[in-house]
């Protein structure tokens, strides 16, 4: 699947790590990922190490199976994909639990973070983590993924139809106007993009087509610590000052029932 960050060519592994038939090399770090940026790097630097752990924690206490299970049920539906792309993939677990369901496939993790590339390489046997930024040409062969999967990260829309296979499919998970509201204005969230919908399909349509949309809805019970790491673990975490997210938490019952809302969407090339 994956093609030189440099010249394109395909890659192949050895014991170091990944090299292209023009003799661009790559080594696999000792945590097991590879860098494949582009010549000059990337200002996309992706999650800091803070963030990634509390990804890591809240979903491994299974907080949100049913968001990969919903993911899993979409991706697997038709004949059986070999070969699945997470972009912005963070930690792997997500991509894990599809796996899991499709004991004939291999997968890889792109992400900007080499923190949450670090955990990726761990995230299951058949997966391997790349760092890698989603907003620049992914290091991926033309045509080469069954299915490109995206859960809460930036949609790039001529990437994933220039790597789908012809009958490949994205499937995009991003969050209803009720996700998590019960935490929003308690603890000064940011709101869900009413437009959200819009956006998505404005950046997606030149090149993908809509295929289907599904929902998932489900109801948390979760105790205050669990709360501090789901809101450290995204984008909200970058809006709180220090110390006020932990004054505002503990201003909440405990547990604090939590809506989980998100929906599934399916696309295809146009």
Same mark, same amino acid.
């Given at each position: 699947?994956?093609?030189?960050?440099?010249?394109?060519?395909?890659?192949?592994?050895?014991?170091?790590?990944?090299?292209?038939?023009?003799?661009?090399?790559?080594?696999?770090?000792?945590?097991?990922?590879?860098?494949?940026?582009?010549?000059?790097?990337?200002?996309?630097?992706?999650?800091?190490?803070?963030?990634?752990?509390?990804?890591?924690?809240?979903?491994?206490?299974?907080?949100?199976?049913?968001?990969?299970?919903?993911?899993?049920?979409?991706?697997?539906?038709?004949?059986?994909?070999?070969?699945?792309?997470?972009?912005?993939?963070?930690?792997?677990?997500?991509?894990?639990?599809?796996?899991?369901?499709?004991?004939?496939?291999?997968?890889?993790?792109?992400?900007?973070?080499?923190?949450?590339?670090?955990?990726?390489?761990?995230?299951?046997?058949?997966?391997?983590?790349?760092?890698?930024?989603?907003?620049?040409?992914?290091?991926?062969?033309?045509?080469?993924?069954?299915?490109?999967?995206?859960?809460?990260?930036?949609?790039?829309?001529?990437?994933?139809?220039?790597?789908?296979?012809?009958?490949?499919?994205?499937?995009? #998970?991003?969050?209803?106007?009720?996700?998590?509201?019960?935490?929003?204005?308690?603890?000064?969230?940011?709101?869900?993009?009413?437009?959200?919908?819009?956006?998505?399909?404005?950046?997606?349509?030149?090149?993908?087509?809509?295929?289907?949309?599904?929902?998932?809805?489900?109801?948390?019970?979760?105790?205050?610590?669990?709360?501090?790491?789901?809101?450290?673990?995204?984008?909200?975490?970058?809006?709180?000052?220090?110390?006020?997210?932990?004054?505002?938490?503990?201003?909440?019952?405990?547990? #604090?029932? #939590?809506?989980?809302?998100?929906?599934?969407?399916?696309?295809?090339?146009?």
């Amino acid at each position: 699947m994956l093609a030189c960050p440099v010249c394109g060519q395909q890659l192949a592994a050895d014991r170091a790590g990944l090299r292209c038939t023009a003799g661009h090399a790559f080594d696999r770090a000792r945590q097991g990922h590879v860098t494949l940026l582009p010549p000059g790097g990337s200002p996309h630097e992706g999650d800091s190490a803070t963030m990634v752990g509390d990804r890591a924690d809240f979903l491994a206490a299974d907080h949100y199976a049913g968001i990969t299970a919903a993911l899993a049920d979409a991706a697997l539906a038709g004949p059986p994909p070999r070969t699945l792309l997470d972009s912005g993939g963070g930690t792997g677990a997500h991509l894990a639990g599809v796996l899991d369901r499709a004991p004939a496939a291999v997968g890889v993790v792109l992400d900007a973070s080499r923190y949450a590339a670090r955990r990726a390489a761990r995230a299951h046997p058949r997966a391997m983590a790349v760092v890698a930024d989603s907003w620049a040409r992914w290091p991926v062969r033309d045509g080469s993924v069954d299915r490109v999967l995206v859960v809460f990260a930036p949609r790039n829309g001529a990437e994933t139809a220039r790597v789908l296979t012809p009958d490949g499919r994205l499937v995009v #998970v991003t969050p209803a106007a009720d996700h998590l509201a019960e935490l929003v204005d308690p603890l000064g969230l940011l709101h869900v993009d009413p437009a959200k919908a819009d956006r998505l399909a404005a950046a997606l349509e030149p090149h993908l087509r809509p295929a289907g949309t599904a929902g998932h809805r489900s109801v948390l019970e979760l105790d205050h610590l669990a709360v501090r790491t789901l809101v450290g673990m995204g984008p909200h975490a970058r809006h709180l000052a220090p110390g006020e997210l932990a004054a505002r938490v503990a201003g909440l019952p405990e547990p #604090v029932a #939590v809506t989980v809302a998100v929906d599934v969407g399916s696309w295809t090339r146009g």
